[in-house]
């Protein structure tokens, strides 16, 4: 299965992706877990993306699908994969396009997570994520870590993202509104897209996500 995961910062992509992909057997792959990796590594492509993310703008189109692709062309991404955050405007939408179809493949699905915005914004805010690997994610009420401040996958400290403060997550929601959610409507033009509602306990929405994938539940 080749799914991209759509919804506003804060919907919950990282964590549903995390558990979608174990069921489905597909590697997650989320380009904003791939940045954040660069920057605590140092590499250049973490400098090139650093000021954009801290800014809450997307990372210029170049560096962003050059890594994506580079991430999708490794042997566990063969049999499929679970895009998450990627694409985020119709350029990258119409460059994996145009790359699955130079394999002879397609998406199978685009899965949209909706989230009304107060949530979203009680989601960010209390979020942790943990040093050693951003793909451990916290919330300090709704599924707070065994020991506070600890990463109970891997002892990790737990931080605050830094583009999740007050006011990057405007600029966040915004840059969502008029780069990312035209790609919904060109996925329905395909007739790929599946809207979910991604309230509720965590379990849920996985449930809900693999009934309403093609071929599942
Ligand atoms: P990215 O890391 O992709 O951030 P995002 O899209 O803003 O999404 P988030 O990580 O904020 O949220 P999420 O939906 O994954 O929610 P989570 O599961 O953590 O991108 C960051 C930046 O990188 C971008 O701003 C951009 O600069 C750059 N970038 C990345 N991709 C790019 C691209 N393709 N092009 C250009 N630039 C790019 O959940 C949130 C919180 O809610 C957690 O605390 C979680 O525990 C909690 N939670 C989750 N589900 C539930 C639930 N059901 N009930 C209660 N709490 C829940
Ligand atoms: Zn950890």
């Given at each position: 299965m080749r799914i991209v995961l759509v919804g506003p910062?804060?919907?919950g992509k990282g964590t549903q992706a995390a558990y979608l992909a174990k069921n489905l057997a597909i590697p997650h792959i989320s380009t904003g877990d791939l940045f954040r990796a660069n920057i605590s590594q140092g590499t250049e492509l973490g400098k090139k993306a650093k000021s954009y993310m801290d800014a809450g703008d997307l990372v210029p189109d170049e560096v962003t699908i050059g890594m994506a692709k580079d991430r999708m062309s490794q042997p566990d991404a063969v049999n499929g994969f679970l895009l998450d955050g990627?694409?985020?405007n119709v350029s990258q939408a119409e460059a994996l396009d145009g790359m699955l179809t130079a394999e002879g493949m397609r998406l199978d699905a685009v899965l949209d997570l909706e989230v009304p915005e107060d949530e979203v914004v009680k989601r960010i805010a209390g979020r942790r994520i943990c040093?050693?690997?951003?793909?451990h994610v916290f919330h300090v009420s709704y599924s707070p870590p065994?020991?506070?401040?600890?990463?109970?996958?891997?002892g990790g400290e737990l931080y605050q993202r830094q583009d999740d403060s007050e006011e990057t997550v405007r600029t966040r929601l915004d840059v969502y509104h008029t780069q990312t959610e035209p790609i919904i409507d060109y996925y329905k033009a395909q007739g790929l897209v599946v809207t979910i509602s991604a309230l509720g306990k965590v379990a849920e929405v996985t449930q809900r996500a693999m009934d309403a994938l093609p071929g599942k539940g």
């Open positions: 910062p804060g919907a990627f694409p985020r040093r050693n690997d951003s793909s065994k020991t506070e401040g600890v990463c109970d996958v891997c």
